[in-house]
């Protein structure tokens, strides 16, 4: 009982903020319209029963009146005025149709409202970034963005109104069955509505058994999940280092990686085709014999002329919809256990964001302060690494507003790693960094992000692509030495993979024209670039943008000349150098 009260603790953290926010209103007002759609159903199979039991008895008694009116019109019975068919079964259809169209409609909304807020999580304070590097466990987030809220959503309110409706049906067909099935008399004892205490010890009996050969299923379907990811994960990184990989030959290797990856699936997936063939093997034996278990117990009545055939066959309707409605675990236990994997998948995830966030929230790490200041300075700053391993200890410097700065350093030293602490999202480490207050920052690491969409996009990147006027982005374009692109600014293609590391860098390089930052960090951004073509850039940032502060990492000697200053990383120390 414990673990199913977490399980709906979790569950209901999940799900409760939707039914609590500015959607709330309409969000209930779509859901009671389908609980209602929902309970009508059950009214509908009711008056089938006993539709279904008149029927029947027409048959019996060979009486074509009642069986054409029964069809398409309708005539008064012992249980009152009974529909024709053909009006119970269009009012049916129609409560079905909207009742599957209206549910489809929450789901979407719902959906839309659950990813939106857990994007705002990860995106908010790094948190994606954080997690990243500190909670290896919480693996492919994008599954459990894309497709876990998902599968949360639908099995949510598929197995919520199957459960809902199969409570309503259970107690609807029991005063149904409680009147047809009369007394029984066993060890002297009579037993009135005997029938409803035979269906209750299946169902009790086979859902206890259900469990027993099922659960196993549990844990099968959380880890089939993650090895699904994971194998999907490995296919794109191939596709987006499809340059790499073919330029080193590395097919071999990548193919042993992926089939190691597929092999962890199969694997897998063999364990869950053996405990669902278990699970299929009780639960495919068990309804077959629900068929016909009420009428072998409805048939002495029959035989001995108690009940017409109409009633036998309401009789065993009405036990099935009751035994169903008590087996209702046994025929959604996978399901079940589907959607327990999917709520602890999400859960994890939620924590690890509220673990980023709380971290960033208590300053963990180096802690970058926004202040009423023209300048930067950097104050205690020690860098480590995930392993502990301290890069940089005690760091102190000052960097003025307009300065040109070079840092530089052998490669490992922890220059790219400082520029991350100074951007406030490096984890490892201690110290304060002084940042100038609403100053328009842009780093530019050595390899460019590029957004999927158009080369605008691209080029305007983080601003919007509206924020710009079409000559500025083209002028920004013929700068970098991209004039060439400018027809097609709008077309949308896989750009990192159209684009050389030479072009993309250069798309970076109009970025910085185009936004025009007051401090620009270049992390080794013109390293694809000839010495000529990065001169030229250097020189170009010294006209175009007079007042930016640059602060640069580069290995190439010619570089120190377009910065008035250097740092130097030595030996775990940021010394002042002559640049």
């Given at each position: 009982m414990r673990r199913i009260g977490s399980f709906l603790h979790d569950t209901w953290r999940i799900a409760g903020p939707y039914w609590r926010s500015e959607e709330r209103w309409r969000a209930r007002l779509l859901l009671g319209v389908v609980i209602a759609l929902n309970l009508s159903l059950v009214g509908m199979n009711v008056l089938l029963s006993y539709w279904n039991r008149e029927f029947f008895n027409a048959l019996q008694a060979k009486d074509a009146e009642a069986f054409w009116a029964l069809l398409f019109?309708?005539?008064q019975t012992e249980s009152g005025p009974m529909p024709g068919f053909v009006f119970v079964a269009a009012l049916y259809i129609l409560i079905a149709v909207y009742q599957l169209y209206l549910r489809q409609a929450l789901q979407i909304r719902w959906r839309s409202w659950l990813t939106r807020r857990v994007l705002d999580g990860w995106l908010a304070e790094r948190a994606y970034y954080r997690i990243a590097l500190t909670d290896p466990g919480t693996d492919n987030p994008d599954q459990r963005i894309a497709e876990d809220l998902r599968f949360f959503v639908d099995n949510t309110l598929a197995l919520g109104l199957g459960l809902m409706r199969s409570v309503v049906t259970l107690f609807s067909f029991v005063l149904v069955l409680w009147g047809l099935s009369g007394p029984a008399t066993l060890l002297g004892i009579e037993i009135p509505g005997y029938m409803v205490w035979v269906a209750l010890a299946y169902a009790v009996l086979g859902t206890a058994l259900a469990h027993l050969v099922g659960r196993a299923l549990i844990p099968l379907n959380f880890n089939q999940q993650r090895v699904e990811a994971d194998f999907r994960y490995a296919l794109v990184r191939l596709r987006d280092n499809a340059e790499g990989?073919?330029?080193y030959g590395g097919e071999a290797d990548e193919r042993r990686g992926l089939l190691q990856r597929f092999h962890a699936l199969i694997e897998n997936w063999w364990q869950i085709m053996v405990a669902t063939k278990r699970l299929t093997f009780f639960t495919a034996g068990y309804s077959q014999v629900a068929i016909v278990f009420p009428f072998v117990v409805g048939a002495p009545a029959y035989f001995a002329g108690r009940i017409p055939l109409g009633g036998l066959t309401q009789t065993a309707d009405a036990f099935g919809q009751v035994q169903g409605s008590l087996s209702w675990i046994v025929d959604n236990y996978r399901d079940l256990t589907?959607?327990?994997?999917?709520?602890?998948?999400?859960t994890g995830f939620l924590d690890a964001i509220e673990a980023a966030r709380g971290a960033a929230a208590a300053g963990a790490g180096v802690q970058a302060l926004a202040e009423a200041r023209p300048d930067m300075a950097m104050d205690g700053v020690t860098l480590?690494?995930?392993d502990g391993r301290v890069l940089l200890e005690g760091a102190a410097a000052r960097i003025g507003q307009g300065e040109a700065v070079l840092v530089a350093g052998p490669s490992g030293a922890g220059k790219s790693t400082l520029f991350r602490a100074i951007a406030g999202i490096w984890p490892f480490g201690s110290g304060r960094v002084h940042v100038p207050k609403d100053a328009t920052v842009l780093f530019l690491p050595q390899r460019p992000y590029l957004p999927l969409g158009s080369l605008r996009r691209a080029v305007c990147y983080p601003r919007a692509a509206t924020d710009f006027a079409d000559a500025e982005v083209r002028e920004a374009l013929d700068l970098a030495g991209l004039g060439h692109l400018a027809p097609r600014l709008d077309e949308e293609d896989a750009w990192d993979h159209r684009l050389s590391g030479g072009e993309q860098q250069r798309v970076a390089l109009a970025r910085a024209l185009?936004?025009?930052?007051?401090?620009?960090f270049l992390d080794e951004?013109?390293?694809?670039?000839?010495p000529e073509a990065e001169a030229r850039f250097y020189a170009l940032l010294q006209e175009r943008l007079p007042g930016t502060t640059l602060v640069s990492i580069a290995h190439r000697p010619a570089v120190a000349q377009y910065h008035?200053?250097?740092?130097?990383?030595?030996?775990?120390?940021?010394?002042?150098?002559?640049s």
């Open positions: 019109w309708w005539r990989i073919a330029l589907e959607w327990r994997a999917t709520v602890r998948r999400i480590a690494l995930p185009l936004l025009k930052p007051q401090w620009l951004a013109t390293a694809s670039l000839d008035r200053r250097a740092l130097r990383v030595r030996e775990g120390r940021l010394v002042e150098a002559a």
